[in-house]
């Protein structure tokens, strides 16, 4: 196992260049399924969840040439309609392919992805919305049956806002009969991009990123090529690292109007962001503002970068409160920040931290995979060294993270453990 070591305080300076995202890429991979032949895509993101995801893909059949920056997914062979419990364990945004595997196919066996660390995380929103299209869906032995001839059109009202569970519904209704309506669906520009691909596939799709998408069923679709959207929340993360460093960093390939709610808050807390031929620059202060969040769906503040910017409220001048409205269990950071000299109390869902003048290096444990980015940053900012271990949290979402500090000025290497 590898980890990181880090001695922390120096400025960030330089260029970076944001990797594609892979919460859009996952979904356009599943999305291949929906129809057979050859679909290259572009600016993926070298992943551990992509590699996994591309494992599914061949567990069904497909055959994948490349892990990343470009892929091609060949759909033409694919002979199965079950998804096993050992690839959906690793990564649970496989369940998607059932959607798309019961529109090809008139059935599809997934099994049922479990909770994760940061909570429960439950499908029934997803395979309620596939039984208003139509699905008999049983689950037994820890797996979801689907079977349906052919999907018809329907309209459906989401509960809660959730990603994967429009992003499902988006693809399970592309070929369905007739009209579906999504209501209350996710706005997150993931869920832009996979339409585009879709509607690029020969989908007709209306309204993603609006709380309504319109979908009109088409009879059959067509591979296609695309070019994957870039990781907002790998931005986000090298945005938050130059704030808390008091640096000064030029990010490429990245859309600042994906991040509106987060850079609000940073010029909230004193961080100058400015943009010039679509670079972002972000200069940090002498020493941040305590600056109040709550999680939200898009377009409030993300969850995803949640851990991020406490890492950050942990320096700045000031208390901040932090409530985490999305999932049940995403402060397991908390506990590894405090060991960093970090004062922060946790009640329910609200985190209060007490900003201190230094954090102090010390060895701490990734516990899923945003949380490993905050201990990286808090490292980074830290007096002394810093040692991050189980840092395959932090290689399930961040392409090389520790060569693109390295380039940024940061003393971090990576060892085996
Ligand atoms: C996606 O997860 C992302 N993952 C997550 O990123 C992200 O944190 C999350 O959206 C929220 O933005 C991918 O895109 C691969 P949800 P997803 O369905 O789709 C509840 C990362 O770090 N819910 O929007 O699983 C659920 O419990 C990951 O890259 C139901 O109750 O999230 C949660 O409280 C972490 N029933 C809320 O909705 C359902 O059927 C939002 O979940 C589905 C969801």
Redesign the pocket.
């Known amino acids: 196992m590898d980890k990181l070591i880090i001695k922390g305080g120096k400025k960030l300076k330089g260029d970076v260049t944001v990797s594609g995202s892979?919460?859009a890429s996952?979904?356009i991979f599943v999305a291949t399924l929906l129809a057979p032949g050859i679909n290259q895509i572009s600016n993926v993101p070298f992943l551990r969840?992509i590699n996994t995801t591309i494992k599914v893909l061949e567990s069904l059949g497909g055959s994948v040439e490349g892990n990343g920056n470009i892929v091609r997914i060949d759909t033409s062979t694919i002979n199965s309609h079950e998804a096993t419990y050992d690839l959906v364990k690793t990564?649970?945004?496989s369940v998607l392919v059932l959607g798309p595997l019961l529109a090809r196919f008139g059935k599809a066996r997934v099994s049922l992805p479990g909770g994760?660390a940061?909570?429960?995380?439950?499908?029934?929103?997803?395979?309620?919305g596939l039984q208003a299209l139509g699905a008999e869906i049983t689950l037994e032995h820890g797996y979801v049956e689907a079977k349906c001839r052919r999907l018809k059109g329907a309209r459906i009202n989401f509960?809660?806002?959730?990603?994967?569970?429009?992003?499902h519904l988006m693809m399970a209704a592309a070929t369905a009969k007739g009209e579906t309506l999504l209501e209350n669906a996710?706005r997150?520009p993931?869920i832009v991009d996979l339409a585009l691909y879709l509607n690029r596939m020969g989908a007709k799709i209306e309204g993603a990123g609006t709380d309504t998408i319109r979908i009109q069923g088409v009879s059959e679709l067509s591979a296609a090529n695309y070019e994957v959207m870039p990781d907002r929340?790998e931005a986000g993360t090298f945005m938050i690292a130059a704030a808390m460093t008091g640096g000064d960093i030029r990010i490429h390939n990245m859309k600042l109007e994906h991040l509106d709610a987060l850079a609000f808050k940073m010029q909230d807390a004193g961080v100058e962001i400015t943009t010039r031929d679509g670079v972002v620059r972000v200069k940090g202060p002498r020493r941040v503002k305590s600056v109040n969040i709550k999680t939200r769906?898009?377009p409030g503040f993300?969850?995803?970068m949640q851990a991020q910017f406490m890492a950050m409220m942990c320096v700045a001048d000031g208390a901040s409160v932090i409530s985490e409205n999305?999932?049940?269990n995403r402060f397991m950071h908390v506990s590894e920040l405090q060991r960093f000299g970090a004062d922060i109390t946790v009640e329910g869902n609200t985190a209060t931290v007490k900003g201190v003048k230094k954090l102090s290096g010390a060895p701490v444990m990734a516990t899923?995979?945003?949380a490993s980015a905050s201990l990286i940053l808090a490292g980074l900012a830290s007096e002394g060294t810093t040692e991050v271990t189980r840092i395959y949290h932090l290689d399930?979402?961040y392409e090389s993270i520790e060569k693109k500090f390295a380039a940024l000025g940061a003393d971090i290497q990576r060892v085996k453990e």
Do not use: Q
């Open positions: 892979k919460n996952l979904p969840d990564m649970r945004a994760c940061i909570g429960a995380r439950p499908i029934n929103l997803h395979l309620k509960d809660v806002s959730t990603v994967g569970g429009t992003e996710a997150e993931e929340i769906p898009y993300p969850t995803d999305i999932f049940e899923d995979l945003r399930r979402g």
